[in-house]
């Protein structure tokens, strides 16, 4: 058992302001579970008041009762103001601790979601963090009562008789024994079944996942076979594993059992001898008959605690990544514009020891149309992922309007910004609401227009609430294409000063990205533009053509220039139309 | 559900004995309040020490041999919900296996692949509790209740009440809550849904500065759910607490009407003793029950949902003809054929003919969304035409085997996937037993020889999950060496050369062409550079074929076609 400290310190101020349940839940647990103990010594009582026929005090008996319903309205009341508390500490905590994930996942660096996959962020926002509340909604709700049930038990065996007191409590640990050795020897096998789990989630994700190709290949045959030999090998080590983890139960319950008998040995004697009473004895029994019972509850609080610390840390490692550095206190707002650009000894890298761009310069001057070629992995993206703040250079220094852009905040150097992405991403919600991103306050009329501009109005008319038509994550029944003509729309309407189009029009065929040229055309006339693409045809409208290569710009000029150069770019041209 | 039992046919012995045995444990343990009566009524009163000691064995003794029951019982259990879980997860492996494409489109991939791993895990835990320990606790409760009429009737029937309102009660909070339950699942889905989606779109968001509208839309949902799961919580933890006050107000009435009775003579104290505890035993088992019907209801769902699975015929029938092709190519004919898709309102290929002869070249080409990749789905059936048909070396293929077609058939599709294994286990799945030699021609004609052979271990070298340690172009290009590997009598492309530049493509296409027994090859691109050069291309256009024929010809005769060509080209530039 070992606990990081420094985890339960981030817990306890999650905790904080919550601090008033926890406090009645506490009190209330304690209420509830000491009462509940009582209830066998008035069972106890009861049974010493009816020794034989005619010689029973019926008003006794009523008086016992009577303390009896009190006790159980009590104690039940306690236990649910207790579970009601836990609930409302444990849940409430943990949306904090989300809200503050969220919170952090807005301010972290580009970086960080790049290299870390969406799946790992999202596990430590959500299974993480549920796994997390489980456990601590049962480490309220058991631990302490356990312990508190442990020692009033204790207590009061102890009270009613001292030596059969004894048997109990140094036999107990026998059955503690039974469960930690038998818990120890199946480990092995439990650890065994989670790894070849482990393979046949592989199997099936990547055959089942990729089942139109195992039937292309017909591979079906081979994929049952190399299923069914895992599958096999995990029934034989599932086996043992459930089998001899099954064993803990009724191993216990024996050594209980075993321990009752023994105390009604003791007791019955101890009764003949009139030590104590049959009413005690009775008592003593059901003590006997539940003491083991919080020890196996707390054994398995504290395995579900330290799951739940590992998983609040996972959380917490996700909360305190370091965000990206702030906006400077005095830093400008740009508005509008102008679009001049200066990129002066620009050095990148995404991971150290390996430069990507090497000492960048370029001049743009407003209006400039910019066209980025090369082949993959050159620094086209990269160069954009810097112009758009979305990382910071190493060294040199970018300027827009003659101020280096660290200098603005970054919001408003963004909204100066259209960029089209090759991956387009539309958020959940209606058609209209994905246009209107950047300009919330559009008119139907003026979303309606770029819509046509970009050629998606006819096929958004053809969907079955046009524009308030719901699309579902990941854009769900639209095309890859019809997706990027959304994603047109959006600065076809909110028509900022400088665009970026990163193989914008990649996914759409070429007879409607021909139709779209003319609108980019229009609206890139007195916008500084950058356009990255891998069909050449696309670029050679562009007033500069910058031929990047490992990082590097190696050519640079308008398209007849560089073709009559004959360099690498007039090589890349001329390659589309060899066999 | 009905078609899952046939799985337990061969743990008959194993599902009967588990239970069996567990029933023999419980009834043991049935005995236990009544030794104690005997100890209070007859030993304890007469003062007899050797009695009591007595009565203490007999409790060891049937302790014991209630372990090994319990043991014997957890064995055929275990047994039973392993080898049962196994059989299922084999048979819904393999029935996937004969579904066509269009039970794969209409059931989802995703779905499936959830049924066979959490579904099938929650079906194991369920029936191997059930078999432990839900004939278990009714048995102990039902036992309990019986052996209270063997001391008083009228006692028993305090037990009677007792279990009934219990029942009513523990049903009622349920029949509340699992729907809570269910939404609070449905809340975190959708606060899961608002995380992804702003990391998917991180790029766009900042861009657009949205972070604080999606701060506030995560927040709203955020606190939705926390609201439910207070809610849900509340109703949830009433059940204890309401158990435990039902127990006991039937305990308090035991205790006045057991006073009674021994005052009037008609009960001893310790068969008060014994009612009490039988009532005790009655609160533990059932609080493990209302555990177990939720662990259980739970399992079932999942059941039902693997069940569904299994219901899913394959709509395609196989031939029994065997394709038999040893000239190296095929011909390719098209019939009149027409495809829609299940479920669509429209066809997706409308009324295609065309002959292609062995040893060709057929480009297709068309804007998103004309019916290009549809089409070349119906050559090696994974698809059924609606209308017309497919035919190859002049016969219907609907006629052939599907294993016999398709085995001289290499698709290369859009998106590359690779396996995890070796280099060398992937490009065996083109042909089993394709020798080295094979498979470094295979990969010099795909152009990825060389950057194959730069890998530590060349073909030994590990490929991860999902081929994430390749690049596009490189994973494209072992994809292609793959199905190159099969040495196939017909070769299709399906868009899968988008990731080469130009050179690496036309290189690629030239590879092809001189290989030795060329396979009939048909290549789907958005570039009108790749197909250009081919013997036939087929324009398509919203399904319909729009132009068909040589490059040249349709440059003059097709507009659909023409437009394409100049869309990449630029009118000017053709001299080039």
């Not at chain 1, 606990?3 to 009645?24: A, G, Q, S």
């Not at chain 1, 309205?73 to 236990?79: E, H």
């Not at chain 2, 068309?366 to 290009?372: A, Q």
Request: proline share 2%; with cysteine; charged share 20%.
């Amino acid at each position: 058992m070992r606990f990081d400290k420094k985890v339960i310190r981030r817990i306890l101020h999650y905790l904080k302001p919550y601090w008033f349940f926890m406090l009645c839940s506490l009190l209330f647990a304690a209420v509830s579970a000491l009462l509940a103990l009582y209830l066998p010594v008035l069972t106890g009582q009861a049974v010493d008041i009816v020794i034989g026929k005619g010689r029973v005090d019926m008003e006794a008996i009523k008086s016992v009762i009577f303390k009896m319903l009190c006790i159980i309205g009590i104690s039940a009341l306690g236990q649910w103001i207790m579970n009601a508390c836990n609930n409302h500490v444990a849940y409430c905590s943990v949306r904090d601790i989300r809200h503050s994930a969220f919170e952090r996942l807005q301010k972290l660096p580009l970086s960080y979601m790049d290299s870390h996959p969406t799946g790992d962020i999202l596990s430590r926002m959500i299974a993480d963090v549920d796994t997390f509340a489980d456990g601590l909604l049962m480490g309220f709700t058991q631990f302490f009562t356990g312990i508190l049930t442990i020692i009033g038990t204790l207590i009061l065996m102890v009270s009613i008789h001292k030596w059969v007191a004894l048997v109990v409590i140094l036999l107990t640990p026998l059955s503690l024994f039974v469960a930690a050795f038998i818990a120890k020897n199946t480990s092995s096998f439990f650890k065994q079944q989670s790894v070849t789990k482990g393979v046949q989630t592989t199997i099936i994700d990547e055959m089942i996942g990729n089942e139109k190709l195992v039937k292309a290949f017909s591979h079906e045959a081979e994929a049952e076979e190399l299923f069914n030999k895992n599958n096999a090998e995990l029934e034989k080590i599932s086996l043992k594993a459930v089998f001899f983890s099954s064993l803990t139960n009724p191993s216990t319950r024996f050594v209980n059992n075993l321990i009752y008998a023994l105390v009604a040995l003791a007791g019955g004697i101890a009764v003949i001898r009139g030590h104590m009473s049959v009413g005690n004895l009775t008592a003593f029994l059901s003590y006997a008959n539940q003491y083991t019972k919080p020890f196996n509850e707390i054994s398995g609080v504290v395995t579900e605690l330290q799951n739940a610390i590992t998983c609040a840390g996972r959380v917490f490692e996700l909360i305190d990544e370091e965000a990206r550095t702030p906006d400077k206190e005095d830093a400008a707002v740009l508005e509008g514009a102008k679009g001049g650009l200066d990129i002066k000894n620009v050095s990148f890298s995404y991971v150290k020891d390996k430069p990507l761009l090497r000492d960048l310069n370029l001049k743009v001057t407003p209006g400039q149309r910019v066209a980025i070629v090369g082949p993959t992995g050159c620094g086209k993206t990269t160069l954009i992922n810097l112009l758009m703040r979305f990382y910071d250079v190493d060294k040199g220094s970018i300027a827009v309007d003659g101020r280096d852009i660290r200098d603005y905040t970054r919001h408003s150097l963004r909204e100066n910004y259209g960029m089209v992405l090759q991956e387009t991403w539309l958020k959940p919600g209606t058609i209209r609401d994905n246009i209107t991103l950047g300009k919330p306050d559009a008119t139907d009329e003026e979303v309606i227009a770029a819509a046509k501009n970009s050629h998606a109005h006819s096929f958004i008319m053809q969907l079955p609430k046009q524009y308030d038509t719901v699309i579902g994550e990941d854009g769900g029944q639209l095309s890859q294409g019809q997706k990027q003509l959304i994603c047109i729309s959006r600065i076809m309407l909110s028509l900022p000063p400088m665009l970026i189009l990163d193989e914008a029009t990649s996914s759409i065929d070429t007879r409607t990205e021909l139709k779209i040229q003319d609108a980019f055309a229009r609206m890139m006339k007195g916008r500084t533009s950058f356009i990255v693409a891998h069909r050449l045809s696309t670029i050679k409208e562009a007033d500069t053509i910058l031929v990047m290569k490992d990082g590097n710009i190696i050519e640079q000029g308008d398209h007849k220039s560089l073709l009559s150069a004959g360099g690498f770019y007039s090589k890349l041209y001329r390659s589309q139309y060899e066999i | 559900m009905k078609n899952l039992w046939k799985y337990f046919s061969s743990y008959k012995k194993e599902c009967v004995l588990g239970p069996l045995f567990k029933l023999l444990e419980a009834s043991f343990e049935l005995f236990i309040p009544l030794l104690v009566k005997q100890i209070i009524d007859v030993g304890i009163p007469n003062g007899d020490t050797s009695f009591i000691i007595q009565r203490v064995l007999i409790m060891a003794a049937l302790t014991f041999i209630g372990m090994v029951c319990s043991l014997t019982a957890q064995f055929f259990s275990a047994k039973a919900a392993t080898g049962f879980s196994a059989r299922v997860k084999s048979a819904v492996f393999s029935h996937i296996q004969t579904l066509s494409h269009t039970e794969l489109d209409k059931t989802g991939i995703s779905t499936l692949i959830t049924r066979l791993t959490s579904d099938i895990n929650t079906l194991q835990g369920g029936v191997n509790m059930s078999l432990r320990l839900f004939l278990r606790s009714p048995f102990i409760v039902l036992g309990a209740v019986f052996m209270a009429f063997t001391i008083d009737v009228k006692s028993a029937l305090i037990f009677v009440v007792t279990v009934l309102a219990l029942s009513i009660v523990v049903y009622g909070i349920m029949l509340i809550t699992v729907p809570m339950h269910k939404k609070v699942q449905g809340d975190l889905d959708k606060v899961t849904g608002a995380a992804r989606a702003n990391i998917s779109g991180v790029r766009v968001i900042r861009a657009f500065g949205l972070e604080d509208k999606e701060q506030e839309h995560f927040s709203r949902s955020n606190d939705t759910l926390v609201r439910m799961q207070i809610l849900a919580g509340k109703i949830s933890a009433l059940l204890n607490p309401v158990t435990f006050v039902l127990i006991n107000l039937g305990l308090c009435v035991l205790i006045h009407q057991g006073a009674i009775a021994v005052d009037t003579g008609r009960l001893s104290r310790g068969d008060v003793v014994a009612l009490v505890n039988y009532m005790s035993q009655i609160l533990v088992e059932l609080i493990k029950l209302a555990n177990l019907i939720v662990q259980l209801s739970r399992a079932l769902a999942c059941g039902s949902r693997i069940s569904s699975v299994m219901d899913i015929t394959s709509s395609m029938k196989d031939g029994d003809k065997e394709y038999k092709n040893t000239a190296g190519s095929a011909a390719i004919e098209f019939k009149g054929v027409s495809f829609r898709y299940a479920d669509a309102s429209e066809d997706s290929v409308k009324d295609i003919s065309f002959t292609l002869p062995a040893g060709a070249t057929l480009g297709v080409i068309g804007g998103t969304g004309s019916g290009k990749s549809s089409v070349i789905n119906l050559i090696p059936r994974f698809y059924d035409t609606t209308q017309g048909s497919v035919l190859i070396d002049g016969t219907d293929i609907k006629e052939y085997s599907l294993n016999s077609l398709r085995s001289r058939i290499a698709v290369v599709p859009q998106k590359s996937v690779l396996f995890s294994g070796s280099i060398r286990e992937n490009m065996l799945w083109g042909r089993k037993d394709a020798t080295d030699a094979d498979i470094e021609e295979a990969l010099k004609q795909a152009q990825g020889y060389d950057f194959v052979m730069e890998k530590e271990g060349g073909l030994d070298y590990m490929v991860n999950k999902g081929g994430n340690n390749f690049s596009g172009g490189q994973k494209q290009r072992l994809a292609i060496a793959r199905a190159l590997v099969r040495k196939p009598a017909i070769l299709i492309l399906d868009d899968s050369t988008s990731a080469l530049d130009y050179a690496t493509d036309a290189a690629l296409r030239k590879a092809i062409k001189e290989m030795k027994d060329a396979p009939t090859t048909v290549i789907v691109s958005q570039r009108s550079a790749s197909i250009m050069h081919a013997d036939m291309i087929l324009v398509l256009d919203d399904g319909h074929a729009v132009g068909l024929g040589r490059h040249e010809e349709l440059l003059k005769d097709c507009e659909v076609y023409r437009e394409i060509y100049n869309s990449q080209f630029g009118g000017d530039d053709n001299a080039l």
